[in-house]
């Protein structure tokens, strides 16, 4: 296994890492445009279900913010410790090269 194959399989994963984020940083954006559009619509209905729907918008909103930080581990996991450089000299010790 060369350098050369090697600092190509680093940009590769490099690249996908960023596309990953960018996606969930984009779906943690519209989730929250709607968690937050949903709550207003349903306080704008029923006034008196204002602190039901505020707790409740809360609970969502925390889970929504925990998403980009799940994917945000599971890219630098990608990128640090990149499990395909060893994939990769697996599969070409496999293949006899």
């Not at 779906?27 to 559009?37: H, K, P, V």
Request: charged share 5%.
């Amino acid at each position: 296994m060369t350098a050369n194959m090697i600092s190509m399989i680093y940009a590769y994963t490099a690249a996908g890492v960023c596309i990953i984020i960018g996606a969930a940083g984009l779906g943690s954006a519209i989730g929250w445009g709607l968690i937050c559009s949903k709550t207003i619509e349903g306080i704008a209905r029923q006034p008196e279900m204002k602190p039901v729907l505020m707790t409740n918008m809360f609970v969502f909103a925390g889970l929504m913010e925990s998403f980009p930080f799940i994917i945000l581990a599971f890219a630098m996991w990608f990128l640090f410790a990149n499990p395909f450089v060893g994939a990769m000299g697996v599969a070409i010790k496999a293949i006899g090269g």
